[in-house]
């Protein structure tokens, strides 16, 4: 049974530093390209990060750039999301999701994501 099992989100004030851990089980970790994915209240989930498992390759949405990395830890079937400098706009739902495209250069869409994990919510207060 595939599972990504999110955790580390919270409450936090604005200017404070998060990282999210996802931990994957139930497919060959390092055959898959790894995200995260966001959803703020009443908007669309975006890509925010994607690393590929193959070469470490990692992409990352323009609005996050310099605040956002993204890392993988083959030997725990772990990603991370590390977040420094947060801000209000910052406050969602942020989600796991492995794809197995690993010949894409690019985030990925999320019609095209394999697996997805629960969820583990981020609440920035200014």
């Known amino acids: 049974e595939v599972q990504l099992v999110e955790s580390g989100g919270g409450l936090v004030q604005a200017g404070e530093s998060l990282r999210l851990s996802c931990a994957a089980s139930g497919f060959t970790f390092g055959d898959y390209a790894m995200s995260w994915f966001r959803q703020a209240p009443g908007k669309k989930r975006e890509a925010v990060s994607r690393?590929?498992?193959?070469?470490?390759?990692?992409y990352y949405a323009d609005s996050v750039k310099g605040r956002f990395t993204i890392s993988s830890d083959k030997a725990k079937n772990t990603v991370y999301l590390q977040i420094n400098n947060l801000v209000p706009e910052d406050t969602a739902t942020y989600y796991c999701a492995a794809d197995w495209y690993l010949l894409l250069t690019q985030l990925i869409r999320e019609e095209d994501v394999d697996y997805w994990g629960q969820g583990t919510q981020v609440t920035v207060s200014s």
């Open positions: 690393i590929k498992n193959d070469d470490d390759s990692t």
